[in-house]
């Protein structure tokens, strides 16, 4: 299918890829939002870009959150940007593999990264280098797992006090 790429995004994705051109992997519309894929080790250059660049001014770090991608033995990180002078937003993924969970820190170019990047090291275990204080906000200090990571079922495969035909199953 033929996807139609408005205006406005067509306008980043030059700017970006005559910046950045080996650092985007690939970039798509998902929900009438600009999606760009790019490698973990460019993010932070990327972000800095996008939030100082004089006609894209996307301002606003709205979201940080963490991604677990079991098929593919990797996380990710997912930004969402607004630009308040144009009305704008855009979505940023990278991803890592699980056996090296590192992306680096985006507290220097947004101090509100701070706590959604503590967050997202609690529940998934990314480790982002260079934050400033990486420590767990909401899960016990002592805590070894990542709750939000899909490695365990879902139910205790080990019950035998349940009835699984009343579920539908």
């Known amino acids: 299918m033929f996807e139609i790429i408005p205006e406005r995004d067509q306008f980043a994705i030059a700017k970006l890829t005559s910046s950045f ?3 985007i992997d ?3 519309l998902m929900k009438d939002m600009l999606c760009i894929t790019v490698k973990k ?3 932070a250059e990327i972000l800095l870009f996008l939030r100082d660049d004089k ?7 709205t979201t ?3 991604m677990h991608y079991p098929e593919k033995d990797q996380l990710g990180v997912v930004y969402h940007l607004h630009s308040f002078v144009n009305n704008h937003r ?3 993924k990278t991803a890592t593999l699980i056996s090296d969970p590192t992306i680096p820190s985006a507290t220097s170019v947004w101090p509100t990264a701070n706590w959604m990047e503590r967050e997202t090291y609690d529940f998934f275990g990314i480790q982002f280098v260079g934050h400033p204080n990486l420590t767990r906000i909401l899960n ?4 070894v ?3 939000l990571r899909k490695e365990f079922p879902l139910e205790d495969q080990t019950r035998d006090d349940k009835d699984d035909s009343q579920f539908g199953r």
């Open 64 to 66: 940080l959150c963490g």
């Open 145 to 147: 797992d990542f709750p």
């Open 26 to 28: 690939h970039h798509e």
């Open 55 to 61: 006609e894209l001014q996307y301002n606003f770090l």
């Open 90 to 92: 855009i979505r940023l």
């Open 41 to 43: 080790e460019s993010i």
């Open 140 to 143: 016990v200090d002592d805590m």
């Open 21 to 23: 051109a080996t650092a």
